[in-house]
């Protein structure tokens, strides 16, 4: 399994991507704010030309601690994300949806196996935590993706799908993210598991919001996910 040569983690970017989350936007970002760490933590918010009042919320949050970049029009999660990583400067990297189905506190789970220099890419399984607030489609769904990235990768995963995603930033740097939209969630896996990197899964709780409530990721996004992994399984480019 590929390592890297340790340092002392200093500080952590948190990449919030934004698309239309007016009501649920400022909640998140002062709960990310409450989280006591071991570290410094930046937050570099991409509004993903929101087209509701989540620039105008954005607007109202002045803390030294949060940058807010925009996109003049809609690109999709992957692209905001893009964005965000090349404004990310912490030597740990994390992803933060802008809705409530995360919990920030969850963070510190995510951090102990790279504090304890025992894993540079950590994901939060909300199968092993209390996952129980999936909806059944996104339950197959999400089992279904994450078999698949196994069986491609030869390496066992139970959440592939899930927005707590911790790297250290020395392990995704060389990754050129080129999907815009929910693919990024299998592109950044096939990418950091073709480097030869380990993926450790911690338990952690999850609430998931349904359709009515704003849940945007459909069946169609379940076969793209499965033709990136295939794509991205035999592609050589990072
Ligand atoms: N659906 C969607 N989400 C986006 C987009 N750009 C950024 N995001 C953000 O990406 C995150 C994941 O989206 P979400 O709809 O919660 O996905 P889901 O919960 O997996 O259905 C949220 O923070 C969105 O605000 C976009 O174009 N579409
Ligand atoms: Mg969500």
Redesign the pocket.
């Known amino acids: 399994m590929r390592t890297l040569p340790p340092i002392e983690y200093k500080t952590l970017t948190v990449l919030?991507?934004?698309?239309?989350?007016q009501s649920t936007v400022k909640e998140i970002v002062s709960r990310c704010l409450l989280v006591e760490l071991p570290l410094e933590i930046d937050l570099v918010i991409?509004d993903?030309g929101s087209s509701d009042e989540t620039a105008e919320v954005l607007a109202t949050i002045e803390d030294p601690k949060v940058r807010v970049l925009t996109h003049a029009t809609?690109?999709?999660?992957g692209?905001?994300l893009r964005t965000g990583l090349s404004a990310a400067t912490g030597d740990l990297v994390i992803v933060q949806?802008?809705?409530l189905?995360y919990n920030p506190e969850d963070w510190r789970v995510l951090l102990g196996p790279v504090l304890e220099g025992r894993a540079v890419a950590v994901y939060g399984n909300r199968f092993s935590g209390s996952g129980k607030n999936m909806s059944g489609l996104h339950r197959f769904g999400n089992r279904f993706l994450s078999l698949v990235t196994s069986v491609l990768y030869a390496k066992k995963l139970n959440d592939m799908?899930t927005?707590y995603k911790l790297f250290d930033r020395r392990v995704i740097a060389p990754i050129k993210v080129i999907s815009d939209?929910?693919d990024f969630e299998p592109e950044i896996t096939a990418k950091v598991l073709r480097q030869g990197y380990d993926i450790v899964e911690v338990p952690i709780s999850y609430a998931g919001?349904e359709f009515h409530e704003?849940?945007?990721?459909t069946w169609r996004d379940g076969f793209g996910a499965i033709r990136a992994l295939i794509r991205f399984r035999f592609s050589r480019t990072l």
């Open positions: 919030m991507p934004v698309f239309n989350e991409v993903d809609n690109q999709g999660k692209a905001a949806d802008a809705d189905e799908e927005c939209r929910f919001r704003g849940k945007k990721i």
